[in-house]
């Protein structure tokens, strides 16, 4: 149930009767700059503080009267001071808030030699910091804070939304993710939900923890042994839930061989070149502003990462999601772009190995795809149209005549589309696959199922962004006369009630 924001209308209330001079931005007198220092090691650490008025705040590490560092945001912290890697020198972790609501806090861990050596830089978006643990009983500590993955996904509330844990260990002279080194720890957190309105949180926490404590099979019997809405609701993600997880662990790998913090723009995990063995696809920026597609890997302890495997001219041509890890019969993983360096879609599937990638043609999996790509380019084109850059004519011309080919490319496959009702080319604006997996393979037949979101513009339509209902996409595809073919697939509604707010 959504409530409406009780605050901004008395906020627009209590504006309007402040006198104009005390509305107006050139009259902000900023306040008081408060001071403070405090000694770690051999620097004093100074915050300079005024809340969130102007000049920023700062935390400078001095070394004799003299700042060797200085870190500036909204707010800023001196969380904590001690010997965290056990190599008798200090550490300090310093913390930013960006303000916001529930967002956005950067940590910085430094090592206080001379100079002072970072050794840990990390969004932890929501989670306002780290927390100091011994999880091995031996050696540096760890340090903990959440893994945001789900917040607000899948329909949750941020209240209902669950922190996974991301655990940070010290290797080879950085704290780097180690949260899946540590399975007992990650089974430990599962326990029932304590607040019945926010029971799908729980339950969807409970689930991922399991999966990325390597606990596959245990997480799928936990959710068929829950009933009701419960089971309903996990079931209706649990698909895009297992994309989402795919990363889970691995999403520092990119920063550990020195792509910056904000130089990633997307990234997916699998089994690619070794059953059982993870690595990870990432999307990374590369200097003067193009962008590559790189594998990373864990060898002998160490995260090493490929030449590009494939290039973009720019960061801004990647789209949203990256693509789509999806297992195979052999215990490999293929990889599914979701290319859209043309202005339509296109999902080549890849088979990925260390060095390259080897596009799949007559496969079932690639086969299974086509109509996807032409159905995401309709709705990508049409809703194209509705952008607040697009103010002519003549633009709209061109828009019009790329929907137009892409309907004559799309329309044959409503033919071989069991649920045809589902899909009107002529309006379709949101065509959006989530998640595909294989669910059945052999010689001669297979199946590829997957939930997809679709959406139809409405006549006074006048954004971009398409409304969808879910749907459960089913491809079923047959080797004939020695080529893989589609011979039918359907679009079914997939059904299951909303987050749970039984206190309401």
Same mark, same amino acid.
């Given at each position: ?14 504006? =309007? ?20 220092? @405090? ?6 650490? %100074? ?19 003299? $700042? ?65 643990? %011994? ?63 926010? #029971? @799908?949180?729980?339950?969807? +926490? ?12 245990? $997480? ?27 990363? $889970? ?62 290039? +973009? ?10 693509? +789509? =890890? ?31 990638? %080897? ?23 049409? #809703? ?12 709209? %011309? ?11 490319? $799309? ?18 604006? &949101? ?10 393979? &052999?010689?001669?037949? #297979? ?58």
């Amino acid at each position: 149930m959504r409530r409406p924001p009780i605050l901004l209308p008395a906020l627009a209330a209590l504006l =309007t009767t402040l006198p104009p001079a005390a509305r107006a931005q050139d009259t902000f007198t900023p306040g008081p700059v408060k001071t403070t220092t @405090s000694r770690c090691g051999a620097y004093t650490v %100074q915050l300079r503080e005024n809340g969130f008025g102007d000049p920023q705040d700062s935390v400078s590490l001095l070394l004799n009267g003299r $700042a060797v560092l200085t870190l500036k945001d909204e707010m800023v912290g001196r969380d904590h001071c001690g010997d965290l890697t056990g190599d008798g020198v200090p550490e300090v972790i310093l913390t930013q808030f960006s303000g916001g609501a529930h967002c956005c806090t950067t940590v910085s861990v430094y090592s206080l030699t001379t100079p002072p050596r970072r050794i840990l830089h990390t969004d932890t978006q929501h989670s306002g910091g780290v927390s100091v643990l %011994q999880l091995d009983g031996r050696g540096p500590k760890e340090l903990v804070t959440g893994d945001w993955r789900f917040a607000y996904a899948y329909d949750l509330s941020f209240a209902g939304s669950p922190a996974l844990p991301l655990v940070y260990s010290y290797r080879g002279g950085q704290y780097v993710d180690t949260t899946r080194e540590y399975p007992q720890y990650l089974l430990n957190q599962v326990t029932p939900p304590e607040y019945p309105e926010l #029971a @799908s949180g729980t339950h969807l +926490f409970n689930y991922a923890v399991q999966v990325i404590a390597g606990r596959t099979a245990q $997480a799928e019997a936990y959710v068929r042994s829950l009933t009701g809405p419960d089971r309903a609701w996990l079931d209706n993600y649990l698909p895009d839930i297992r994309q989402n997880l795919s990363s $889970a662990g691995l999403d520092d790998w990119p920063q550990q061989t020195g792509v910056p913090l904000d130089g990633v723009r997307g990234a997916v995990g699998g089994a690619f070149t070794t059953p059982g063995k993870l690595d990870l696809l990432a999307a990374v920026r590369e200097p003067g502003g193009a962008a590559s597609l790189r594998m990373y890997r864990q060898q002998a302890g160490k995260v090493t990462a490929s030449g590009p495997l494939l290039s +973009f001219p720019s960061a801004a041509a990647l789209d949203w999601p990256l693509g +789509f =890890t999806v297992p195979r019969a052999d215990g490999r993983a293929d990889f599914v772009l979701n290319d859209t360096r043309s202005g339509s879609v296109r999902y080549p599937t890849y088979r990925v190995t260390a060095a390259s990638l %080897q596009e799949r043609t007559n496969d079932p999996l690639a086969a299974a795809v086509k109509p996807l790509a032409e159905l995401s380019s309709v709705a990508r084109h049409r #809703a194209s149209l509705y952008r607040a850059s697009v103010k002519t004519g003549e633009q709209r %011309q061109v828009i019009g005549g790329r929907i137009q080919a892409a309907v004559t490319r $799309a329309a044959p496959w409503l033919g071989t589309l069991s649920t045809p009702e589902v899909i009107k080319l002529s309006t379709l604006g &949101n065509f959006t696959v989530n998640a595909l997996e294989v669910t059945r393979e &052999n010689t001669g037949n #297979a199946l590829i199922a997957g939930t997809v979101d679709v959406g139809h513009v409405e006549p006074d339509q006048d954004s971009e962004y398409v409304l969808a209902e879910r749907y459960t996409l089913a491809v079923f595809v047959e080797k004939r006369g020695g080529t893989w073919t589609v011979t039918r697939w359907q679009l079914t509604p997939r059904t299951g009630p909303g987050p749970l707010y039984r206190g309401e």
